[in-house]
């Protein structure tokens, strides 16, 4: 398509038709007057289909409709033309800026309609994989543990976090004036009688296992238990405590050492060295501590025993016919081996930088 230049009014625009960078109105002379309205008009229609922002429509705007536009700047040039050419022109001009600002109109809601709003989703992306959580490290090595004396033939039971005194101490031998049973060690509870309190280990448990069943009896319980102590690396006033139970005739203290011994090869690797010293718990007698050689040394992860008699006759059995073996530890203590992990604190602070290694 050929443009002719006209000397005296020379239109320029970012806008082409076929890389078009120079638009003129044609030269009266060459061509009807009325088809230069429809040259504009056809320009017009092709930039604005080409203009796909809010920013190409406002600069289509100005250059085409706009005071100083094209053909506003034809209108202008109207005074040249003869009387009938300029009667022509100037209606086909003025219907082509109604036709114009309609389109322009309808092209802006367009764009609007399809230009997503800030913080809207692009579909197009790849999904984002969501935050996913995880079991908590503790509950881990809590699960690790019972599946081992799971498979041992141990079944895991349960009891409550806020316990009698009766459960608590008076059926596992804990005397009267055992420093345990100060107000300064334990977490007493407000009520009418003043027995309750929070559990300051799993061994109720036990008790309350042995009163309601019969031998034999094998048993997990895992837990959590509270003290009224100083926290620190190693110490915590809150922390899970795993006890175990195994009650039946002919139970004896080489029973108790095959089981933790089979224990801490399960956990810590077949190769694993044990070591069992004597200890003293009112609840078993003998008492034993049980140490794992770790990295060249000895180190204590549970205390253990058979299950003194006057426990299992507070539990109404036979002391005579039936014996068994106890054992506790805690979780945390072990996963703290197993990990590296140099604070017990770290376990309860819900810090996720921590939690989130596991």
């Known amino acids: 398509m ?34 230069s309205v429809e040259e504009l008009k056809l320009v017009a229609i092709s930039a604005l289909e080409n203009s796909s922002t809010s920013e190409e429509l406002e600069v289509w705007r100005v250059d085409f409709i706009g005071r100083k536009g094209k053909l506003t700047s034809l209108l202008r040039g109207l005074g040249s033309l003869a ?30 309609s399809s230009s997503a709003p ?59 004036n055992h420093p345990a049973r100060d107000m300064f060690d334990t977490f ?4 009418e009688k003043d027995d309750l309190l929070l559990r300051t280990h799993t061994s109720p448990v036990q008790a309350r296992v042995m009163e309601a069943n019969d031998p034999p009896i094998r048993v997990v319980v895992p837990g959590k238990c509270y003290r009224y102590e100083a926290t620190d690396a190693t110490h915590e006033w809150q922390f899970n405590q795993i006890e175990g139970l195994a ?41 034993v501590d049980m140490s794992i050689e770790w990295k060249g040394n000895w180190l204590e992860i549970m205390g253990a025993g058979m299950v003194h008699p006057k426990v299992l006759e507070n539990a109404g059995y036979d002391s005579d016919k039936y014996t068994g073996f106890a054992f506790g530890m805690g979780p945390e203590r072990i996963s703290m081996l197993k990990n590296e992990i140099t604070d017990i604190r770290h376990f309860f602070s819900n810090d996720l930088r921590f939690l989130s290694q596991f």
């Open 2 to 35: 050929e443009w002719w230049h006209n000397s005296q009014i020379i239109f320029r625009s970012h806008w082409t038709l076929s890389h078009v960078r120079v638009l003129s109105l044609p030269n009266s002379q060459d061509i009807p007057a009325a088809e």
């Open 83 to 112: 009387v009938d050419d300029r009667r022509v022109v100037g209606a086909a001009a003025n219907r082509l800026r109604g036709e114009l600002e309609g389109l322009f109109e309808k092209r802006i809601a367009v764009v609007n």
């Open 118 to 176: 800030l913080g809207s989703i692009d579909v197009t992306l790849p999904g984002r994989k969501p935050a996913s959580g995880g079991l908590h490290p503790s509950t881990q090595m809590i699960r690790e543990i019972t599946q081992a004396f799971n498979e041992m033939g141990f079944q895991t039971v349960e009891g409550p976090e806020v316990e009698l005194e009766r459960y608590n101490f008076d059926m596992l031998n804990i005397p009267q």
């Open 188 to 191: 007493w509870v407000d009520s």
């Open 247 to 287: 009650v039946d005739e002919g139970i004896t203290f080489a029973d108790l050492k095959g089981t933790l011994y089979e224990f801490a090869r399960r956990i810590f690797g077949p190769s694993q060295k044990v070591r069992f010293r004597c200890d003293f718990f009112p609840f078993v007698e003998p008492g």
